[in-house]
Antibody, heavy 119, light 109 residues
Framework: EVQLVQSGAEVKKPGESLKISCKGS????????IGWVRQMPGKGLEWMGI????????TYSPSFQGQVSISADKSISTVYLQWTSLKASDTAMYYC????????????WGQGTLVTVSS | FTLTQPHSVSESPGKTVTISCTRS????????VQWYQQRPGSSPTTVIF?????PSGVPDRFSGSIDSSSNSASLTISGLKTEDEADYYC?????????FGTGTKVTVL
């Protein structure tokens, strides 16, 4: 069974750093893309970026380029989303999702990680 | 580019609803459109991919289409059930970005 399990909820202060994770199982992890999607409170979905764990090829949405970093550790079937300096506006639910190609649909989704940034 | 959807649609059980997704620039037909369902408090799931393909397990009450004349995609849900009450998002891409639509709340009266 394909599963994407995300790390737990985080509460951080503005200016702090954060790395959240998404661990895949039940499939050949290195052969599928993993994307990240943001959903701010009460708002819609936003495509952030995507990585191919096989070679760490990464593409970012222009809206998120330079704001976050996406990385992967194929040896432990895990993809990461990282911030170096959080802002209150980063408060959101973050989903990881699997795709068969860089433009393919997301066929499996993680359960989401809620990030709250507040002083 | 942007993908614009109606904010909300409502209909009674057993009826049919159609949600539009209008692309602001670039051809709707060239890049695949997917549709995602998000029930309250849950992660999204795919109901349509590659314009009109249904993943296994998605009932055939869900169908997708595109209309090049209006540069839009549509998701149609027939035989509406209370379990279909959710937010629905279209999604597509171009060479520079991947975009989700603005989202449509479907209410089953």
């Amino acid at each position: 069974e394909v599963q994407l399990v995300q790390s737990g909820a985080e509460v951080k202060k503005p200016g702090e750093s954060l790395k959240i994770s998404c661990k895949g199982s039940g499939y050949s992890f290195g052969n599928f893309w993993i994307g990240w999607v943001r959903q701010m409170p009460g708002k819609g979905l936003e495509w952030m970026g995507i990585i191919y764990p096989g070679d760490s090829d990464t593409t970012y949405s222009p809206s998120f380029q330079g704001q976050v970093s996406i990385s992967a550790d194929k040896s432990i079937s895990t993809v990461y989303l990282q911030w170096t300096s959080l802002k209150a506006s980063d408060t959101a639910m973050y989903y990881c999702a699997r795709a068969g190609g860089i433009v393919a649909e997301f066929d499996y989704w993680g359960q989401g990680t809620l990030v709250t940034v507040s002083s | 580019f942007t993908l614009t959807q109606p904010h909300s649609v409502s209909e009674s059980p057993g009826k049919t609803v159609t949600i539009s997704c209008t692309r602001s620039s670039g051809s709707i037909a060239i890049n695949y459109v997917q549709w995602y369902q998000q029930r309250p408090g849950s992660s999204p799931t795919t109901v349509i991919f590659e314009h009109n393909q249904r993943p296994s397990g998605v009932p055939d009450r869900f169908s997708g289409s595109i209309d090049s004349s209006s540069n839009s995609a549509s998701l149609t849900i027939s035989g509406l059930k209370t379990e279909d009450e959710a937010d629905y998002y279209c999604q597509s891409y171009d060479s520079a970005d991947h975009i989700f639509g603005t989202g449509t709340k479907v209410t089953v009266l």
